[in-house]
């Protein structure tokens, strides 16, 4: 079939399984399987794809109309303009999370050697993007998951930092509550078991669940991270960590004994940052 052909028919069919977006996953894919750009669709339609190509493709679209995320179809997800391996081991980079980063480095300024540690950092985008942004940071990244861990250290080598980041097999900051970090930054779970009809059908069944669900309230594995910063940062060191606006009051309560807390908004304007100072 023609590549023109091909491509109206895989968007029809993603329509017909309700899939969001479906020229934008359509296209997507086929330059996956194609390992082509955008440019390249659109000006070869009469392209003829090969029996290999077509099979290759019409697998790819049948995970993505059973809800598989096209970034764990592809192995691929961008994040402040770097490239990322995903699997489902690790959640997927999301722009929202590049709000983290955009309240890290302000606030670095000034330090000549920044001690930074990256709680939970599943496919590693924070705490890779902070070594990128920061030559002169000391790096920590800390993950429960081994499979999680594999990856950040793949994504650390695919962009040569790897030397840059010392990792840790931990649960949250264990055995780093060392007292001398400038930073803690974290993407922790954050979402309620009881929210868990209104998070999206794919996050639920492909993602992680640990990294999306902290339990009941939403609020557990953030309750545990918080003494953990208190006891890890230096003083005048600061804690960011995404969060979600269900949880933003609670959030704020538990950092009542902090200096210059503060939750800033994504674009949407929903609270989507938190931040604080150790006294």
Not at 76 to 98: C, K, N, S, Y
Not at 202 to 218: D, I, L, M, T, Y
Request: overall charge negative; hydrophobic content about 40%.
């Amino acid at each position: 079939m023609l590549l023109r052909d091909v491509l109206n028919s895989a968007i029809d069919r993603l329509t017909t399984a309700h899939v969001g977006s479906p020229r934008m996953n359509a296209e997507v894919l086929l330059m996956f399987v194609l390992g082509c750009d955008r440019a390249f669709l659109y000006a070869h339609p009469e392209r003829q794809l090969t029996l290999e190509e077509n099979a290759g493709y019409d697998e790819a679209l049948e995970q993505r109309a059973r809800g598989v995320p096209s970034q764990y179809i592809v192995g691929h997800q961008e994040f402040w303009g770097m490239d990322f391996i995903v699997t489902p081991a690790v959640l997927i980079p999301r722009p929202e999370t590049e709000h983290v980063i955009e309240t890290v480095l302000p606030l670095v300024q000034g330090l000549g050697k920044p001690k930074i540690a990256d709680v939970g950092t599943g496919s590693g985008c924070i705490a890779i993007v902070l070594a990128s942004e920061l030559p002169q940071a000391e790096i920590h990244a800390t993950e429960i998951s081994p499979e999680a861990l594999e990856i950040t250290r793949a994504n650390a080598a695919r962009h040569q930092l790897e030397h840059r980041i010392h990792f840790h097999h931990t649960d949250l900051l264990q055995g780093l509550e060392s007292g001398d970090f400038d930073f803690v930054v974290s993407n922790p779970p954050y979402v309620g078991e009881s929210e868990e009809d209104q998070v999206q059908l794919e996050v639920r069944k492909f993602e992680p669940r640990s990294a999306v669900f902290a339990g009941p309230s939403g609020l557990e594995v953030i309750k545990r991270l918080i003494p953990q910063a208190q006891r890890a940062l230096k003083s005048g060191g600061c804690l960011v960590m995404e969060i979600s606006g269900t949880i933003a009051p609670e959030v704020q309560r538990l950092l009542s004994g902090w200096k210059d807390a503060r939750i800033t908004d994504d674009l949407q304007g929903i609270p989507r940052v938190a931040s604080a100072r150790k006294p």
